[in-house]
């Protein structure tokens, strides 16, 4: 059964998505991988249109066959969710329901955070005896682990297997992402484009002037609903 968490504000995802998503409660599971499957136009004006599919394996999208530079006022700007998937299954409580208590794997994906950023995990390596690692070893290796649980939950044999919940984490992820995507297009107002669409990142061309407004966005966005964005600028695509 899917349910449309309270955080995430449905006003701003197109009525089609929405309703491609809510067949999932009424649609026999096998035949759900095609009949919740969708086709959609972000319509860029002048900048192309960045033609998004929406599905159960994920969203991706992009304007075809395009050149984007940052200059000239504009700027390639790229908004990726950190841990979209570990962290869906966090906030929204869609982890595995074969295990019982899913404390051991907040610890690695937070650890595995710290890892990455460079923070303090002494008290992860002190549990380590006898080995030396470093903290980007054990960023890496940490992922492994926290990808093959999401692969897990997708496996008929694997004794945490949960196909539905699973089937939560990657819808759920869509429409934070597309929420916030259209949010920032409504705001750009035409004076730019999204580029590129996937679950956990978008891919932007805007007027430089409307970056902190931009940001802005993102920062209610990750307030409200627990999400981190990281934002890098590229310079051609």
């Known amino acids: ?15 089609d998505v929405l309703k491609n998503f809510e067949k999932i409660n009424t649609t026999p599971d096998d035949k759900l991988q095609k009949e919740c499957s969708l086709e959609a136009l972000i319509m860029n004006g002048n900048f192309g249109d960045c033609i998004v599919k929406f599905g159960l394996g994920g969203g991706h999208g992009a304007i075809p066959c395009c050149h984007f530079e940052t200059k000239d006022g504009y700027k390639l700007l790229w908004y990726d969710v950190e841990s979209l998937y570990p ?17 051991g794997y907040k610890d690695i994906v937070f650890t595995r955070l710290k890892a990455k950023h460079g923070e303090d995990i002494s008290d992860f390596l002190n549990q380590l005896s006898n080995v030396e ?28 297997c949960d196909l539905e919940n699973r089937l939560n984490v990657c819808v759920i992820g869509q429409l934070a992402t597309c929420e ?39 920062e209610e966005w990750e307030n409200r609903t627990g999400f981190k964005m990281e934002k890098d600028e590229v310079r051609e695509i």
Request: charged share 20%.
């Open 1 to 15: 059964t899917f349910e449309m968490p309270l955080n995430i504000k449905a006003e701003y995802i197109p009525d």
């Open 87 to 103: 962290m869906t299954m966090i906030l929204f409580h869609v982890f595995s329901r074969a295990v019982a208590n899913d404390e």
């Open 133 to 160: 690692i470093t903290a980007k070893a054990v960023a890496g290796d940490l992922k492994l682990i926290i990808n093959a649980t999401y692969g897990g939950m997708g496996q008929k044999t694997n004794v945490m």
């Open 180 to 218: 916030l995507m259209m949010k920032m297009w409504d705001t750009m107002n035409f004076d730019g484009a999204v580029v590129n669409y996937n679950t956990d990142g978008i891919l932007l061309y805007v007027n430089e002037k409307q970056e902190k407004e931009l940001d802005k966005i993102v």
